[in-house]
């Protein structure tokens, strides 16, 4: 089957541990891009850190941002589409980190905000740092110009452990994700990866059957099950392993470049 559209998740699957994409793997990509596959980025990242990597693989188009919220235009930052959340319903969620130490942040496609910028510390920090984002002091409701697209909640894995099963417990107006050890996301109850990538291969005139997808988390699996091939990283839980139609190697032994490789150039 020759793929038109090839989905890429970010982190745990196009980067290696170390938050770099390989010589490897990046040559690989441009490789199938330089025979006319059309490369998009499906992260949970938002489009200011995600677009610096298309732009390091000389690639344009789109990335599905946000786990799906938001998809931009890589040259323009035009937003193509997003879903918005009523933030007044935030607030239940909000009380509830704040009254048990939990930290959180509120993103709209391109900005994202924090309680406290100025107390950033620790693991906090670095994990901003790591992403490559600068939060800002969250303002009020009527303050914001654009639409809330995430909620963010982030903490070691057991503490976030909690928060999920007692958040699960709740009546959700959103659709609640987990995204990673040390995340959950809530979005609009119809944002996910699976959705936004349905309705760009549509926008680009693709079948399922012409798009090949690759990830490594839960948040990835709507989106492995849209795709006609759907290939999850051995660093996968075992859930999303069995998502998918195929497995590749890990994120720190090229497991895109592997995929690609077998399936999709010629």
């Known amino acids: 089957m020759a793929y038109k559209l090839v989905a890429l998740d970010v982190d745990g699957t196009l980067l290696n541990d170390d938050h770099e994409i390989t010589e490897k793997t990046r040559n690989t990509v441009m ?17 200011l850190n995600s677009i610096p990597f298309m732009k390091s693989m000389g690639l344009g188009g789109y990335v599905i941002s946000h ?20 933030p007044l319903q935030l607030e239940p969620f909000m009380k509830y980190c704040r009254e048990h130490g939990v930290h959180f942040d509120v993103n709209t496609a391109f900005e994202m905000y924090v309680d406290q910028v100025e107390e950033l510390a620790g693991p906090v920090r670095s994990m901003y740092e790591n992403y490559l984002m600068l939060p800002s002091n969250l303002p009020s409701w009527e303050e914001l110009s654009d639409p809330v ?48 990538l349905q309705q760009l291969a549509a926008r680009r005139g693709y079948e399922p059957d012409e798009v090949l997808a690759i990830g490594n988390y839960f948040n990835d699996i709507t989106m492995l099950t849209y795709a006609g091939m759907g290939i999850a990283m051995d660093n996968s839980p ?15 032994e090229d497991g895109v470049h592997e995929a690609l490789v077998k399936y999709c150039l010629s």
Not at 167 to 183: A, D, I, K, V
Not at 238 to 252: C, D, L, M, P, Q
């Open 238 to 252: 075992v859930e999303v392993k069995a998502a998918a139609n195929a497995v590749t190697t890990s994120n720190n």
């Open 31 to 47: 490789e199938a891009a330089k025979q006319g596959v059309e490369i998009v980025l499906c992260t949970g990242r938002g489009p």
């Open 149 to 196: 697209v995430k909620f963010t909640v982030f903490g070691e894995s057991a503490d976030i452990d909690r928060v999920y099963a007692d958040w699960s417990q709740w009546t959700l107006p959103f659709n609640m994700l987990r995204s990673g050890e040390y995340f959950i996301d809530l979005m609009h109850s119809q944002a996910s990866k699976g959705s936004a």
């Open 67 to 86: 786990n799906g919220a938001a998809t931009v235009e890589v040259e323009t930052h035009n937003i193509v589409h997003q879903f918005g959340m009523d």
